[in-house]
C-alpha cells in the first residue's frame, strides 16, 4: 500500500506532507520505559530535540507523565509544569518549522500546552476515554489530535485483551470515534492503533498485519512500536537489537500504508523510510 500524502493545519497553517514523518519521541520523565529517552531537564530535553530534527525528524512528541505499568502517579500541576518547560525549551532550540505533539489524556493540560506553551498537536493514549472533556478541548483548540486505541488505563490495560478480532474491533474503533471528533468541528485526526496498549503479543502482530484497514479510513495512521515488548519478548531479539528490529516493524508498517513513524532511534526510522520509498518508486 503506497503512502498518501497527507496535509495538517496547525495555527492557521497549512502544513504538507509528502512523505511519512518521523516523530521523534522525547520523555520529560525520569521514569518512562526505555531510559535513554528520559530528559527531565528542559535543556537536555532541547538537545536531544535538536539531534533529531537534524537527523531528519520533522516532529517531536514530548510526554511528561509515564505510561508504562507500574509508573509513579503525576499530579495534573506536575505534568502541565514538566510539559511546559520542555515544549517552551524545545522550541526555541527547533524554532517553528518543528511540529511538536504533547503526550496527555488531560484536557487542561493539553489546553495549556497548545494555548499557552507552543504545542502543536494533541496526542491522547486514551482516546478521550480517560478525560471526557478532551475531545471539546481539541476542538476548541482547533489543533490536530492523534487518537489512540487504549482499553481501560495504563495500570489495567494488559487485563483487557479479549478481542473477538481485534484488527476490525480496533478499526471500528478509531472510525467511531474519529466521527465523534468531526462531529464536533476536529478536522484533523491522526490514527494510532496503539500497539503494546491493551494487545497481547500476538494481537500486537495481527494489528500490524492489518494496518491497511486502519489507513483505508482516510485518515493518516501512526505507527508507535519502537523499543516496545512486542519485539523484545520475541526469540532472538535481545536489547541491544531493539532498533533493529523496531526498523523492521517500521518498514512494514509503511508498506501497510503508516504515515507517521514514532520512534526513540530518528536516524534508523528515516533511513526506513528512504527504503520503503525507493521500494515503492521502483514498482
Excluded at 503512502?3 to 520523555?27: E, H, T
Aim: glycine letters at 8%.
Amino acid at each position: 500500500m503506497k503512502f498518501s500524502p497527507f496535509s495538517l493545519n496547525v495555527k492557521g497553517r497549512l502544513r504538507v506532507f509528502d512523505r511519512p514523518a518521523v516523530m521523534g519521541i522525547i520523555n520529560l520523565t525520569p521514569d518512562s520505559f526505555y531510559a535513554a529517552s528520559r530528559h527531565p531537564n528542559p535543556a537536555e530535553a532541547a538537545r536531544t530535540a535538536r539531534d533529531m530534527v537534524d537527523a531528519g525528524a520533522t516532529m517531536l512528541d514530548l510526554g511528561a507523565y509515564s505510561s508504562r505499568p507500574g509508573a509513579a502517579d503525576v499530579s495534573v500541576g506536575e505534568e502541565m509544569e514538566r510539559l511546559c518547560a520542555g515544549v517552551e525549551a524545545v522550541r526555541a532550540e527547533v524554532g517553528a518549522d518543528v511540529l511538536i505533539s504533547v503526550d496527555t489524556f488531560r484536557a487542561d493540560v493539553a489546553k495549556e500546552a497548545v494555548s499557552v506553551c507552543g504545542a502543536d498537536i494533541v496526542n491522547d493514549i486514551s482516546g478521550g476515554e480517560i478525560d471526557p472533556g478532551m475531545f471539546a478541548t481539541v476542538a476548541e483548540l482547533g489543533c490536530p489530535y492523534v487518537l489512540m486505541h487504549m482499553r481501560g488505563t495504563p495500570a489495567t490495560m494488559q487485563s483487557m485483551t479479549d478481542y473477538d478480532d481485534v484488527a476490525a474491533e480496533v478499526t471500528t474503533y478509531l472510525s467511531k470515534r474519529a466521527a465523534e471528533l468531526h462531529a464536533l468541528g476536529v478536522s484533523d485526526v491522526i490514527l494510532d492503533p496503539g500497539f503494546g496498549f491493551a494487545k497481547t503479543l500476538e494481537q500486537n502482530y495481527r494489528l500490524l498485519g492489518s494496518l491497511g484497514s486502519i489507513a483505508a479510513l482516510g485518515m493518516p495512521v501512526l505507527a508507535g512500536m519502537s523499543r516496545k515488548s512486542m519485539l523484545s519478548r520475541l526469540p532472538g531479539v535481545a536489547a541491544e537489537a531493539m532498533a533493529a528490529a523496531t526498523t523492521a516493524v517500521n518498514v512494514l508498517a509503511l508498506e501497510r500504508g503508516a504515515a507517521i513513524l514514532r520512534v526513540h532511534d530518528v536516524a534508523e526510522a528515516v533511513a526506513a523510510v528512504s527504503v520503503t520509498e525507493a521500494l515503492n518508486s521502483s514498482l
